[in-house]
């Protein structure tokens, strides 16, 4: 039987998350698409909770792509007005259990509310270390890596090497995901964390996000316990 420490040292120490599925499960289930979204943050809380049982120290959410800005102005409008409300309601459980808040993504895109309380979840919470929580809002890989390019070459940097890409993405205070789970069925990764996920483990579900369970990512959990992580050798 293995003991409850062997099982933390197995566990993952960062889970990333492509939460796909919002949309269509609202539309399966006759309701707007809004509820879908709300489903969704419903889940996040569900998987944040369980983490911090496990003790896993990274959590990071795709929440929303920069392809997203191209939906509808309605549903982007509704979108926001949800992560704020989120950011919102859920300060009292950051400071309570002391997660440490952050964010990647061009969030200049965001109005100037959402911004300032981005900000300021990240700046009260900046000293917690139950749990590191980030949110990938406005964010693309593909251009992620390109500004760290530009930045290397405004810094003259003669010999460039893996490691200056790597200090100068925004991710450069966590470590590269162990874990990546995706829901909904699609097999690819959407422009998320294409240089950090290069020896990350990839699980996919056909459950859509709102149905994604507690039970659902144990599943996902023990998949990854039970594989053998090579890091490119054999």
Not at 22 to 45: C, F, Q, T
Not at 203 to 226: C, E, G, R
């Amino acid at each position: 039987m293995t003991s409850s420490r062997n099982v933390v040292n197995l566990l993952p120490s960062h889970v990333a998350f492509i939460m796909d599925g919002n949309r269509r499960w609202a539309k399966k289930n006759n309701l707007p698409i809004i509820d879908g979204h709300k489903m969704g943050s419903e889940v996040i809380k569900k998987i944040v909770r369980k983490s911090l049982n496990l003790k896993i120290k990274y959590l990071t959410f795709y929440s929303f792509s920069t392809e997203n800005w191209n939906r509808s102005k309605d549903e982007v409008f509704q979108l926001q007005t949800l992560l704020e409300f989120y950011l919102d309601s859920e300060i009292d459980t950051f400071i309570e259990k002391k997660i440490n808040f952050s964010f990647i993504g061009e969030i200049s895109r965001f109005d100037s509310t959402i911004k300032k309380k981005l900000n300021h979840l990240k700046q009260i919470t900046s000293n917690y270390n139950n749990l590191f929580f980030t949110l990938a809002l406005s964010y693309g890989s593909r251009s992620e890596i390109l500004n760290s390019v530009r930045k290397i070459i405004e810094n003259k940097v003669k010999i460039i090497k893996e490691k200056h890409i790597t200090e100068n993405l925004m991710t450069k205070n966590i470590p590269d995901p162990d874990l990546v789970i995706r829901t909904s069925g699609e097999k690819r990764l959407s422009n998320f964390l294409l240089w950090q996920i290069a020896y990350s483990e990839l699980y996919f579900t056909k459950t859509l996000w709102p149905q994604f369970s507690v039970s659902k990512y144990m599943l996902a959990l023990n998949d990854y316990m039970n594989r053998k992580r090579r890091f490119g050798g054999d």
